[in-house]
């Protein structure tokens, strides 16, 4: 009943810009949490930065001062500013978020994943 879609990955060099997007729908009564992850082939699927409904955003330590995250409460998206991008940036982006949504009969709250978004940058 809610499906995330992430947009705007892409490929970059060292030391450039992308923002990625991701775009909830469905039957969507309220969206708490929502969080930005990445993921290489050979790594854990790891945080990249958090922000709640109200605003108030978490990061992880090899991304801060670079990426900013933010949401649209309205249109029920969210957004990864990333600058000054790295190597070691490169990897699948992940959305995922904590959804309470309705099935026409009840409210339920999910943890919902969008499908990913490659990042490459080139040094």
């Known amino acids: 009943q809610v499906q995330l879609v992430e947009s705007g990955g892409g490929l970059v060099q060292a030391g450039g810009s992308l923002r990625l997007s991701c775009a909830a729908s469905g039957s969507i009564r309220r969206i708490n949490g929502m969080r930005w992850y990445r993921q290489t082939p050979t790594k854990t699927r790891d945080l990249v930065a958090g922000i709640t409904s109200a605003g108030s955003t978490n990061y992880a330590d090899s991304v801060k001062g670079r990426f900013t995250i933010s949401r649209d409460n309205a249109k029920n998206t969210l957004y990864l500013q990333m600058n000054s991008l790295k190597a070691e940036d490169t990897a699948v982006y992940y959305c995922?978020?904590?959804?309470?949504?309705?099935?026409?009969?009840?409210?339920?709250?999910?943890?919902?994943w969008g499908q990913g978004t490659q990042v490459t940058v080139s040094s």
């Open positions: 995922n978020a904590d959804v309470k949504y309705s099935n026409g009969i009840a409210y339920y709250t999910n943890d919902v």
